[in-house]
Structures are given as structure tokens and as C-alpha cells.
């Protein structure tokens, strides 16, 4: 069992920066490949970005390319999402999930991860 527990959302004027955190429970947090996703009302939930156990590879969509860039600290059970040059359409409820895998492959669907965070707000103001 992993629990996942965001922070770090808040509100910010277009072009600002943002660092999300992610806590993670647990002592194999480096068997769990880790994602960012993003839902703003009525929308459906969106990939964002996603990150390997080890740290070593990760996935970004094509609307945060170049703009966003997710890490981890396994020593600290640790998952961020650096936001930076942010616009309105940036705008949801950020949440954190993990995959437990041996491996590291490119899983955009909500279905491929077994645990999720509760959420954190982010708004972004033109």
C-alpha cells in the first residue's frame, strides 16, 4: 500500500512558477514509476508527466514540454513538479499517482496507476 499526499498548489499570475511535492508512504518507493495528472472542471483527468523508479527517464506531455519538469528523491520518498512560464490554461487540480513496475514505459491513462494523492489546486491568473 503507497499513500501519496500533495502539496504545494496555490494561486499564480500567468508566466509565474510553481513547485508541486509529493510525499509518498512506504519503503520500496523506487519500485513505483510516478506521474503528475491534471483535471480542470469538466474535463477529463490529463497525463502530464511521469517519472521511472529510478529517476532515469520520464514523460512529458506535449502541452507542458519545455515548461514543466518532474524529478524524484528516493532517499526522501519524494516526487516534484517544477512549473514554470504558467498560463490559465494550466489551470486544475494537480494530482500525484504511482505504478508499481519493474520497468519503465510510457503509461498516460489514470487506469495504468494503482495509487493516487488526494490533489492540490493550482490557479493560474491572466
Known amino acids: 500500500q503507497v499513500q501519496l499526499v500533495e502539496s504545494g498548489g496555490g494561486l499564480v499570475q500567468a508566466g509565474g512558477s510553481l513547485r508541486l511535492s509529493c510525499a509518498a508512504s512506504?519503503?520500496?518507493?523506487?519500485?513505483?514509476?510516478m506521474a503528475w495528472f491534471r483535471q480542470a472542471p469538466g474535463k477529463e483527468r490529463e497525463f502530464v508527466a511521469s517519472?521511472?523508479?529510478?529517476?532515469?527517464?520520464?514523460y512529458l506531455s506535449d502541452s507542458v514540454k519545455g515548461r514543466f519538469t518532474i524529478s524524484r528523491d528516493n532517499a526522501k520518498n519524494m516526487v516534484y513538479l517544477q512549473m514554470q512560464s504558467l498560463n490559465p490554461e494550466d489551470t486544475a487540480v494537480y494530482y500525484c499517482?504511482?505504478?508499481?513496475?519493474?520497468?519503465?514505459?510510457?503509461?498516460?491513462?489514470?487506469?495504468?496507476?494503482?495509487?493516487w494523492g488526494q490533489g492540490t489546486q493550482v490557479t493560474v491568473s491572466s
Open positions: 512506504g519503503r520500496t518507493f523506487s519500485n513505483y514509476a
Open positions: 517519472i521511472s523508479g529510478s529517476g532515469g527517464n520520464t
Open positions: 499517482a504511482a505504478k508499481f513496475t519493474s520497468y519503465f514505459g510510457n503509461w498516460p491513462a489514470p487506469g495504468h496507476y494503482n495509487y
